[in-house]
């Protein structure tokens, strides 16, 4: 029979492992660099026992380069001084990164670095994190709450988890990596759509004008036809623009009802565009839609506006929401120039594929109809669930 020590040790234990894998799932559940490293250290101190703990980040000469605390007010942060760039037992964890255990601070000689305002501290372990050979970062725990000094079997699962951080550390860096080559990936289709479209258009105006100067006298008929010209062709470069600006700052769903998100998005497209919008709702039509349904309906209109103002050369657009059946049905309807049905996957491109792939997210159809010169429809149908 195992001993009453042993059968709690191994209870303690077992609460342990079971917090660890909790803390690992709430860190890599993270995507935001600076929060996965807070959220490490305050993990690190509540599941070892430590009254304070430290993340060090290291940076390209040798030396700290982020340092975040956990169980110290601000206002003790700030009276301690500049952030620590790396002496004593921390910089001998940067240099080798090995764990570190100490019953007393003040009896090893390896520790230095303490400023005047800086709060007493007693027992120390520190590990570090490390990915693949690289060094991460350095956890740094002290002052183990009830007892002296930290045990092994602190140690032990500090080293966990900082296995689990490293882990962590690199998925929030690759994800911040994605989104950094997604923005230059949008910069430069922006770029290569303005050279390509708005600047070419200017340009072409900008020579009319020129060669309006030179007729001015001796044809002057021809010169107003031209001229003329460079005011349509200034109020396309607009009309563009305008576009773009519907494209890069597009109206956010805000948690309200789906009428309500609709008519704010009209606004702003009307305010943007000049094409006359008119929305008509069956009474009820939006009460029985989730908040996801509402979010999802929002932003398939959007998308199916941006390409009324990209694309239609539309002077009118009817939005309808109704029941049908057990359905809601959302239908965009405009009276612009419109396309070949065989050659809806030309327009696919411009949109279409987004809609239809927010519909099948909800569950939803989306049925497009178009002939030239008489519009299009775009008409999304959502079953409801009873």
Known sequence: ????????????????LEALHEASMTITAELAIDRVLQRIVDIARSLIGAQYAALGVPGQAGTLEKFLVSGMPQAQIEAIGPMPV???????????????????????????????????MTSFLGVPIISRGKLLGNLYLTDKIGAEEFSEQDERLLVMLAANAAIA?????????????????ERERIAMDLHDGIIQSIYAVGLTLEYVG????????????????????LNEAIRDIRNYILDLRPQRFQNKNLLAGLSDLVRAFKANTFISVEIQAADRADADLTGDQSAGLFHITQEALANVA????????????????????????????????????????HGLQNMQERARALGADVQVTSAIDQGTTIEVRLPMKK
């Open 169 to 185: 550390i690199e998925n929030a860096s690759l994800y911040q990596q994605v989104q950094r080559l997604a923005v230059l990936e």
């Open 86 to 120: 790396g002496k004593g037992l921390l910089g001998i964890l940067l240099r080798e990164p090995m764990p570190i255990r100490i019953r007393r601070l003040q009896d090893d000689p390896r520790s230095a670095g303490f400023s005047e305002g800086h709060v007493p």
């Open 1 to 16: 029979m195992p001993s009453f020590k042993s059968e709690a040790d191994e209870r303690r234990l077992s609460a342990q």
């Open 310 to 349: 990209k694309h239609a050369r539309a002077r009118s657009v009817l939005i309808s929401l109704r029941h049908e059946g057990s359905s809601v049905v959302l239908a965009v309807q405009d009276d612009g120039r419109g396309f070949d049905m065989p050659n809806v996957q030309s327009y696919a491109g």
């Open 214 to 233: 030179l007729l001015l006298d001796e044809e002057p008929g021809e010169a107003r036809e031209r001229l003329k010209q460079a005011i349509n062709g």
